[in-house]
């Protein structure tokens, strides 16, 4: 058997959001321990929750939403590779997945450790390292954050690099336990109407000869 990794946090009342966005919450319509013959419950909460998938959408007022999004470069070989204390990932630290020829590409930075409380300086991408990685013709990008920007930029330059670029990109994963190298990718958007977002169920299989 292949192993998986799950690369997506669960998803509870307690998960932390965005300052200012909708945070989780589940209400119960229907409780078999309450007598129902069924349970039955509805979510509320933001769609940019835990590890999920962003639509062009969200950060450019021409971009298609999420039911739009090409699904291609969500499933495929990806390389995770690790950059630790650094504010910023910069171009010279794009080189090394860049030379593994994978066009999808995780980075585990470890500064967004814990998934119930929000801190503010995770690390984030510059614009110029995501430009080195369009021109090397990768199709999607990840992080274990919440953002591709920094916590307190407007202009969200990595964003729109994303957009020029054509780049998917993945926030919110969990890559703590992942050992840098390659791997098979499948992280799946659902199909949102209208959407800026969608949650995904992110993992990584090893890959076999």
Same mark, same amino acid.
Request: glycine share 6%.
């Given at each position: 058997? @292949?192993?998986?990794?799950? *690369?997506? &946090?669960?998803?509870?009342? +307690? $998960? ?6 909708? /945070? ?45 999004? @090409?699904?291609?470069?969500? *499933?495929? &070989?990806?390389?995770?590779? +690790? $950059? ?6 910069? /171009? ?50 990840? *992080? ?66």
């Amino acid at each position: 058997m @292949t192993k998986i990794f799950d *690369i997506s &946090p669960t998803i509870s009342e +307690s $998960i932390a959001v965005w300052p200012g966005d909708t /945070p989780m919450r589940r209400e119960i319509l229907c409780d078999i321990k309450s007598g129902s013959n069924i349970d039955l419950s509805t979510l509320h909460s933001t769609v940019h929750i835990g590890a999920h998938a962003d639509a062009p959408r969200h950060y450019h007022p021409e971009g298609v939403t999420i039911e739009q999004v @090409t699904l291609a470069p969500y *499933i495929g &070989p990806c390389f995770v590779h +690790s $950059i630790i204390g650094r504010s910023l990932i910069e /171009p010279e630290d794009c080189q090394k997945p860049i030379a593994s020829g994978m066009k999808r590409i995780l980075f585990r930075t470890d500064s967004f450790p814990d998934q119930d409380h929000f801190n503010e300086n995770f690390t984030a991408f510059s614009p110029e390292a995501l430009d080195v990685l369009g021109r090397a013709g990768v199709i999607l990008v990840g *992080i274990d954050t919440p953002s591709v920007d920094p916590f307190s930029s407007k202009s969200l330059p990595a964003h729109q690099m994303l957009r020029k670029y054509g780049i998917a990109n993945l926030e919110g994963l969990i890559l703590s336990q992942v050992q840098d190298g390659e791997y098979e990718l499948i992280a799946l958007p659902l199909k949102l109407h209208g959407f800026d977002a969608s949650p995904v169920r992110a993992v990584l299989r090893e890959l076999t000869s």
